[in-house]
């Protein structure tokens, strides 16, 4: 039996339902398994089982009372997947789909994310099924306040250090960090994606979007191509998705598409800096929908997305750029024929694990730049270590500095990942050069550390 048939039969066995964990575990073995004929002290020192057993799952019940005085029960989590080379470090996820096996995935992708930006920082992921939509402020105060009054025996600046991800952005970290400081009567550094004013990094909700587009730019530079005058499909209309559009714009491209769950926009005029500041106070401030954008603006169209659908519309337009920002699995095989017959050339997920197995095939058959999230959306979890390393040093850089910091990262995890595309004998396959080189650094500092 080879090592990935070994490995994917141990976590199907173990763990049957956890679909989107064994798409992700997969990935990655597919990848690295090469490496393992190379040096069997990988094999006999079992890293790939070590890999794929988290060093702790932490799971809860969330109970809190809504406006009405009735009392819900939610379930959290979080999952600690590996401490090898920092704290464990990764978002919390708000969404009814949230299962321990998507948060699996998600802190599986952690780990190699993070090892790929340099920082010294573990994988882990989190979150609840709970439901921020149509809640209060208040509701949604007291559902953080109920996580974090069992998540808070767990997390620490020096332990884990959780984030935003879907349906967590600024308001939900301010409630979270003010019942963490309240119970361990303690002001540290313990979330990042906190707001300026107390402790917060400048550049850190930009720095998901941002750090994507810089990422796309370093792959058209391998074909002496620039973003300038490129028709962008994206998805999503999130934290991500807003700062792809800002960086987009930025560099001259024309993003002409954005979406939610509900159904998705597309603007034949481009989206603009006055669209774009209407989408953010749509989405961030009055919690809207965006079929709202085609009422206002009228060079656009609303389509719905319904779950029947065979494929998703808002892949099926003319472009040369495509930026997934919403969701997991969100371009099947269809969608990704689509993109490739629409002429599309350049894919960059701003999203974790957008494409499934036979999108990303076909991108890869018919040569795509095709950057997987696990690279080109590095930049968030990048910026929030930069956000650690100033509550750490107890003072804040300047936007400059951070966006910086940030663009370097982003160029150095691009060259790193064609660089060991290259010795693997496959050049320009972005999914083995990010694969490899986050496993090495993990396994290597795993096998330093004995066996624990
Ligand atoms: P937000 O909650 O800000 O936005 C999520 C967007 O995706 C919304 O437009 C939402 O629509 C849409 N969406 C969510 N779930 C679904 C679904 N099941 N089907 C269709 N659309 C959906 O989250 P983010 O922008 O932060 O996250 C977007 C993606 O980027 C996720 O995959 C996340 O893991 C990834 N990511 C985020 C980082 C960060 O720093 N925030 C860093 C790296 C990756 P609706 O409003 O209808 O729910
Ligand atoms: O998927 C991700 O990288 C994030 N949601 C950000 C994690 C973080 O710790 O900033």
Redo the contacts with the bound molecule.
């Keep these: 039996m080879s090592d990935v048939e070994r490995i994917m039969q141990l976590v199907k066995d173990k763990d049957p339902g956890e679909r989107e964990f064994h798409q992700a575990v997969s990935e990655v073995m597919e990848s690295v398994a090469p490496i393992l004929d190379r040096y069997p002290e990988y094999r006999h020192q079992r890293v790939l089982e070590r890999l794929v057993e988290p060093e702790r799952v932490i799971l809860f019940r969330v109970p809190w009372v809504d406006d009405a005085g009735q009392i819900h029960v939610n379930r959290g989590f979080r999952i600690e997947m590996n401490s090898a080379i920092g704290p464990y470090k990764g ?1 919390l ?1 708000f ?1 009814p ?1 949230v299962n321990l096996g998507i948060l699996k995935f ?1 802190a599986f992708e952690q780990v190699f994310k993070n090892s790929l930006t340099t920082l010294p920082m573990g994988g882990g992921k989190g979150g609840s099924d709970f439901d921020p ?1 149509g809640k209060s402020d208040l509701e949604v105060m007291r559902f953080c306040q109920s996580f974090m009054a069992e998540l808070f025996r767990h997390v620490g600046a020096n332990t884990d250090v959780p ?7 600024a308001r939900e970290i301010g409630y979270l960090f003010g019942m963490y400081k309240k119970l361990r009567n303690e002001f540290t550094g313990v979330l990042t ?1 906190k707001n300026l004013g107390w402790g917060g990094s400048l550049i850190r909700p930009e ?2 979007g941002y750090g994507c587009v810089y990422f796309a730019s370093e792959m058209l530079a391998t074909r002496n191509q620039t973003l300038e005058g490129k028709t962008c499909l994206v ?7 807003q700062y792809t559009v800002e960086k987009l714009l930025d560099l001259g491209a024309k993003p002409v598409t954005l ?4 159904g998705f926009i597309y603007d034949d005029a481009g989206l603009d800096r006055e669209k774009l500041a209407f989408v953010k106070q749509l ?1 961030n401030v009055r919690r809207g ?2 079929k709202e954008y085609s009422e206002k603006f009228k060079t656009s169209v609303y389509t719905e ?1 319904r779950p029947d659908m065979t494929h998703n519309p808002l892949w099926d337009h003319k472009a040369n750029c495509a930026f997934p ?4 699995n ?1 371009i099947n095989g269809q969608d990704a024929r689509n993109l490739i017959k629409n002429g599309v050339y350049l894919v960059a997920e ?3 694990m ?1 494409t499934i197995p036979e999108g990303v095939d076909l991108f890869i058959e018919h040569g795509l730049l095709y950057g997987p ?1 696990k690279a080109a ?2 930049g ?2 990048s910026v ?1 270590g930069l956000e650690m390393t100033q509550n750490s040093m107890r003072l804040a850089w300047t936007r400059e500095e951070v966006d910086q910091r940030l663009h370097m990262i982003m160029k150095s995890i691009h060259k790193t990942c064609v660089e060991a595309s290259e010795q693997a004998g496959k050049p320009g396959n972005y999914v083995v050069g990010a694969n490899v080189t986050g496993f090495l650094k993990v396994v290597d500092a795993m096998i330093d550390q004995g066996v624990v």
Excluded: F, M
Excluded at 325 to 328: F, G, I, K, V
């Design positions: 978002g996820r969404h789909s998600l939509k984030a935003g991800d879907i349906g967590v952005g994606g720095a998901t998805s999503g209309s999130g934290n991500v998705a979406s939610d769950s509900s989405k929908r965006i997305i920002c919403a969701t997991q969100e701003g999203a974790n957008p999230g959306n590095a968030g979890v929030s």
